[in-house]
């Protein structure tokens, strides 16, 4: 009986769902996770490394641990960097700025 009354509900439901605004609301969610992995992934990864870096001990004797930290840093900052001038970028060129 109750899945009667779910499907009784559920289908007249998903029929009268609009296919435009449910492709609008995928590409606003889709451009969402993109700006979380654009922004906070590379920044959740230079805050791991520079703490990393800076619970090593004896720095001021560069090692191979070291080097990959800051190798690691680096990057983070770099593509940081780009998705920060990426993202001004096409603002601009929208002119959403």
Do not use: W
Not at 47 to 65: C, H, K, M, Q, V
Request: glycine share 6%; charged share 15%.
């Amino acid at each position: 009986m109750i899945l009667t009354i779910l499907v009784a509900v559920e289908i007249p439901l998903l029929c009268s769902i609009n296919l435009h605004t449910f492709h609008a609301q995928l590409k606003l969610m889709i451009e969402k996770r993109k700006r979380f992995v654009a922004f906070f992934l590379p920044a959740f990864v230079i805050f791991l490394g520079i703490s990393n870096y800076s619970r090593l001990s004896g720095t001021e004797n560069i090692r191979a641990i070291h080097i990959v930290s800051l190798l690691t840093i680096g990057m983070a900052i770099g593509v940081l960097l780009v998705n920060v001038i990426t993202h001004f970028a096409k603002n601009k060129n929208n002119g959403d700025l």
